[in-house]
């Protein structure tokens, strides 16, 4: 079984604020640190740091080779990854005194991915292998589309949440992992858990539902079950790539065929340790202190 993880690529600058900026506002930031990131590539990084072999299929400005190179080091296969004239996407990533993030993010190289390319890459994997997608590059129905053809196993992470979500092909989508604000939107707005889990699965009715909770742990379900994690008690300090993290271990996890809560377990104890250092990908700890 090969994971495949089509996803973004940022160059994150990370300020460290006070408070986050208001509207009409402007502050002075404490530190300025840059990352590589992006929640395709921390999510692969995840993947890899748990102890999968990872193909990330990425788009990234030609100048900006050393990215390639870190990514080398973290052991993830970036035999699919493109050189593009369009700039490498990045990430102002404001984090506040309580560790909590606020992200604008510009799309640049992550929103060039072309059919024929999605072809080329899609031809290397079948109905034993694994599609990750996030919603930071263009052409997810696409892709999703393209993946399930070749029966694939789909997860889908919709973050950023946007409005175009709700016309993708969800359907098709085999493990559907959202954190609370993306699965209110995608719930029209319910507020209790089990109640988003309810209407999505009722939606999705083939999907598997896995709810991020942050500090209030995480939920799986699908037709036939329901299995609630609770999240460990840390401090933290930078909750940056905290979900990516969680979902590279949980993905690599399943892959391995452990049982799901055993699954919960160690994605929840993987992201409890990012939280606790700063950065995106630089925070993700490997498997030898986690499992
Ligand atoms: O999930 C964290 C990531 O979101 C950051 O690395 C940033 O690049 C944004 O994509």
């Known amino acids: 079984m090969k994971i495949l993880n089509f996803g973004s690529i940022n160059k994150d600058y990370v300020y460290s604020v006070n408070e986050f900026v208001s509207p009409g506002e402007t502050i002075q930031t404490s530190s300025l640190k840059t990352f590589i990131g992006g929640k395709g590539l921390n999510q692969s990084v995840a993947i890899a740091q748990a102890g999968s072999e990872v193909f990330h299929a990425g788009n990234i400005n030609i100048k900006d080779d050393y990215i390639k190179k870190e990514l080398i080091k973290w052991n993830v296969n970036i035999d699919y990854m493109e050189d593009v004239d369009e700039s490498t996407g990045h990430a102002i ?16 190289a992550n929103r060039v991915f072309e059919s024929d390319q999605i072809d080329k890459v899609l031809e290397d994997f079948n109905q034993e292998d694994i599609l990750l997608i996030q919603n930071e590059i263009n052409k997810i129905p696409e892709i999703i589309e393209k993946a399930k053809n070749r029966g694939m196993t789909i997860f889908f ?14 359907s098709l989508v085999d493990y559907l992992i959202v954190n609370e604000s993306e699965a209110k939107k995608l719930s029209k707005n319910k507020i209790d858990f089990d109640e988003i889990i309810f209407d999505l699965k009722r939606k999705y009715s083939n999907t598997s539902v896995l709810l991020t909770l942050g500090e209030k742990g995480s939920i799986y379900s699908n037709r036939n079950e329901y299995f609630k994690c609770e999240a460990m ?21 399943l892959s391995k065929k452990k049982e799901i809560k055993d699954c919960l377990l160690i994605a929840s104890k993987a992201a409890s340790i990012c939280v606790t250092k700063k950065g995106g990908a630089i925070s993700i700890p490997n498997h030898k202190f986690v499992i």
């Open 93 to 108: 990533i404001q984090v506040n005194r309580s560790g909590e993030n606020s992200i604008i993010i510009h799309g640049g």
């Open 157 to 170: 992470n919709p973050a950023p949440m946007t409005k175009e979500v709700l016309k993708y092909p969800l």
């Open 233 to 253: 008690n840390v401090n933290a300090v930078d909750s940056t790539a905290a979900g990516d993290t969680f979902i590279g271990y949980f993905i690599s996890c």
